[in-house]
């Protein structure tokens, strides 16, 4: 079946340090990869996403993404987290094997960034 | 350019009533997306509209029903609700359903009850 994994309900992390927060998909084809973070009452905000070339992607607010064909991955990671980066992060797919170009989204990742 | 709008931000429903949740969008985005977002399980998709006069079912369609009134406004709505349908509403849009790369913006959610 097609899916989007977010393997961690919540990763905590010291400001100051590098957070990764991860995401694997099984999914046929050759999909569209993307990154959205959701703050508190707010809808759903785009950061990144990989359509093809360079493996790691570069987004909004210093994060990026690094695609891995092979693991099937698309881990979102900041050299050096925020406070402001806690929010809930959402990894999606999209590809034509999903009926049209439909998106699949995990279920969520909610960061802590602890002062 | 206020992107995605939504209203209303807040309902309460009793079971059987009907209501209509009214998104608008003004980025001139040929395809726009109504999603559910429920605890631990991400965003389904409900229903979907590729390009002004047309509409097609997602993951979740049943107990709803949609219409794209012009290119601007993409309405849901539940004929007789159920507790089941309490959620949080997304309405989102793209340029394009059929490019696939395009990213999707969302608007800030309705939050419905149903008692």
Redesign the interface.
Known sequence: AQS?AQPE?QVNVAEGNPLTVKCTYSVSGNP?L?W?VQYP??????LL?Y?TGDNLVKGSYGFEAEFNKSQTSFHLKKPSALVSDSALY?CAV???SLG????I????TRLFVKA | NAGVTQTPKFQVLKTGQSMTLQCAQDMNHNSMYWYRQDPGMGLRLIYYSASEGTTDKGEVPNGYNVSRLNKREFSLRLESAAPSQTSVYFCASSQSFLTGSDEQYFGPGTRLTVT
Request: overall charge positive; glycine content about 16%.
């Open positions: 989007v309900d569209y993307f959205y009452n707010r809808g759903l905000q785009f996403k359509i959402f999209r590809d034509k049209g170009f439909k998106t989204f995990g279920a969520g």
